[in-house]
């Protein structure tokens, strides 16, 4: 019985979701070219600003026309707002509103409560985090190499609280120890839309703040292996 009714909640949903998405006119072909592209343009920054997150092509594609450039539309919007104190930037594979860089210092004076707060980080979680990014996916063990003392296990639950690191594959070095990986929430704490927007690697190796050649060829131990989460 417990089941039957599961199964007819489920269809219920799926049809008053059919409905309304039956009813929502994407296409506004009752319009005008100009007011339809303007409407679209409205609905898709409605949606960006509304969400906590990137939004992705396909989110965007559910209230718009399917002959719609989402493309052409966003390049409309950034010249729209292109006087605004905030702008529409693409960082982990979708858009979000940011407000410009040139105001940071002015909404710090002002004290005032923002959306997205920064983790703060010490130092060394900092250039941990740094390390997972540029050698991803990347063990316990090997991150302990590249700074030459041990990165605990509290660094790293400090780091997957922040959401800026996850569980990666399991290594396939002796003993199948974790590894981690950056998310997506990393790439849009920190303003990129992919990890090939990383600095560039050689010249953090040239400041000395990072070694990754100590991590592709030093031999880990059997002992360091043995103690990864």
């Excluded at 909640?9 to 309304?20: E, G, I, L, M, Q």
Aim: glycine content about 6%.
């Amino acid at each position: 019985m417990i089941m039957v009714a599961s199964t007819a909640a489920r269809s219920t949903r799926r049809k008053t979701k059919d409905a309304r998405e039956h009813l929502f006119d994407r296409e506004l072909e009752g319009l005008p070219a100009e007011l339809r592209w303007r409407e679209w343009m409205l609905r898709a920054e409605a949606v960006i600003f509304a969400s906590e997150q990137p939004v992705d092509r396909e989110t965007l594609a559910r209230v718009v026309g399917k002959d719609c450039s989402i493309d052409l539309l966003i390049d409309d919007l950034r010249e729209e707002l292109r006087s605004r104190p905030y702008e529409i930037v693409s960082v982990a594979g979708g858009w979000q509103h940011r407000t410009r860089p040139r105001f940071g210092e002015t909404i710090l004076a002002s004290s005032a409560s923002t959306r997205s707060a920064a983790a703060a980080l010490s130092e060394f979680e900092t250039m941990v985090l740094v390390a997972v990014g540029y050698s991803q996916p990347v063990t316990r063990s090997e991150l302990s190499k590249v700074f030459g003392k041990e990165v605990s296990r509290d660094t790293i639950a400090a780091l997957r609280g922040t959401g800026f690191i996850a569980s990666g594959p399991r290594s396939p070095t002796p003993g199948a120890p974790y590894t981690y990986v950056t998310t997506k929430h990393f790439l849009s704490a920190f303003g990129m839309d992919t990890l090939r927007d990383l600095p560039d690697l050689e010249a953090l190796e040239d400041a000395g703040l990072l070694s990754r050649q100590s991590v592709q060829n030093e031999p880990l131990t059997a002992e360091v292996e043995g103690d990864e989460e």
